[in-house]
């Protein structure tokens, strides 16, 4: 049974920075595309960033979030900084069994498996 579990949210001053964790059991995480994703309040969930054979990330994080994997610890950090108001969200990591295949990471029903989410809080 695989299961994704995020971890590192908080309230955290705007500018300042957060380590979100993805930690998988169930699965060789290493072996997976990781992705993040964020909702905040009365909006879509959007893409933030993935993992796969490269890094992605969105226009609005470029520059300020970095991701990263620790295969011992099967799991995936989202590195966040300089962080900013509207990086206020639930942030949700997905996974996929990665092949080497081409795939659009920053679509969400590319990915099969879903963390349960952490809160973000910036105040400014």
């Known amino acids: 049974q695989v299961q994704l579990v995020e971890s590192g949210g908080g309230l955290v001053q705007a500018g300042g920075s957060l380590r979100l964790s993805c930690a998988a059991s169930?699965?060789?995480?290493?072996?997976?595309?990781v992705g993040w994703f964020r909702q905040a309040p009365g909006k879509e969930r959007e893409f933030v960033a993935a993992i796969s054979g490269r890094t992605s990330f969105a226009d609005s994080v470029k520059g300020r979030f970095t991701i990263s994997r620790d295969n011992a610890k099967n799991t995936v950090y989202l590195h966040m900084t300089s962080l900013k108001a509207e990086d206020k969200a639930v942030y949700y990591c997905?996974?996929?069994?990665?092949?080497?295949?081409?795939?659009?990471?920053?679509?969400?029903?590319?990915?099969?498996?879903w963390g349960q989410g952490t809160q973000v809080t910036v105040s400014s």
């Open positions: 169930g699965v060789t995480f290493s072996s997976y595309a």
């Open positions: 997905a996974g996929k069994y990665y092949s080497g295949s081409y795939f659009a990471v920053r679509f969400q029903y590319e990915y099969d498996y």
